[in-house]
T-cell receptor, first 113, second 115 residues
Framework: GENVEQHPSTLSVQEGDSAVIKCTYS??????FPWYKQELGKRPQLIID?????GEKKDQRIAVTLNKTAKHFSLHITETQPEDSAVYFC????????????FGAGTRLFVKA | NAGVTQTPKFRVLKTGQSMTLLCAQD?????MYWYRQDPGMGLRLIHY???????AKGEVPDGYNVSRLKKQNFLLGLESAAPSQTSVYFC??????????????FGPGTRLTVT
């Protein structure tokens, strides 16, 4: 089955700097890669996703890149702000309803003002 | 729309007690899931359902049972709670569409402590 590894587990950056979180996956059949943000005490919420027919996707200050050959994908947050502080989860799975989506262990991002 | 709701928000059980967690969604989603979240381990899928009357096992199904008698509801049962089941439980749902994002909509979570 799919296995998703996420690094780093904790990341601390200065406000305005960029943050990069990396994930690797094992199942070459995976072709859907979402990223979720979970603020303290809240529910996870989708912030961006990418499918395997796309190498990069951008939405304002966040972007995701995918390298299917190497089986890794990354989340990039530019011009970080204190409200970006949260736990971020990557996930990988087949392009179906999500029931085989496997989540990474999460990265706790601290943005220092 | 309320989205995905969960009942209860908090619960403390003694070892061996049973309980049922209720998840409800008003988005007419076909797929529903139950996850548990433990520190440093992300979200692990317990059971899922692809439609009314159907359920299947996820990564960590042992000690849990589920039922989906109505499309909008997905119940998670613990027959004999154990301290290892202390966790935060999230329900989620997804629409089954081929062209849109497979975004999972999560409920607010249930914090369960087993003593």
């Amino acid at each position: 089955g799919e296995n998703v590894e996420q690094h780093p587990s904790t990341l601390s950056v200065q406000e305005g700097d960029s943050a990069v979180i990396k994930c690797t996956y094992s199942d070459s059949a995976s072709n859907y890669f979402p990223w979720y943000k979970q603020e303290l005490g809240k529910r996870p919420q989708l912030i961006i996703d990418i499918r395997s027919n796309v190498g990069e996707k951008k939405d304002q200050r966040i972007a995701v890149t995918l390298n299917k050959t190497a089986k890794h994908f990354s989340l990039h947050i530019t011009e970080t702000q204190p409200e970006d502080s949260a736990v971020y989860f990557c996930a990988a799975g087949p392009n179906t309803g999500g029931f085989k989506t496997i989540f990474g262990a999460g990265t706790r991002l601290f943005v220092k003002a | 729309n309320a989205g995905v709701t969960q009942t209860p928000k908090f619960r403390v059980l003694k070892t061996g007690q049973s309980m049922t967690l209720l998840c409800a969604q008003d988005m007419n989603h076909e797929y529903m899931y139950w996850y548990r979240q433990d520190p440093g381990m992300g979200l692990r899928l317990i059971h899922y359902s692809v439609g009314e009357g159907t359920t299947a096992k996820g990564e960590v199904p042992d000690g849990y049972n589920v039922s989906r008698l109505k499309k909008q509801n997905f119940l998670l049962g613990l027959e004999s709670a154990a301290p290892s089941q202390t966790s935060v439980y999230f329900c989620a749902s997804t629409a089954r569409t081929a062209t849109s994002s497979y975004e999972q909509y999560f409920g607010p979570g249930t914090r369960l402590t087993v003593t």
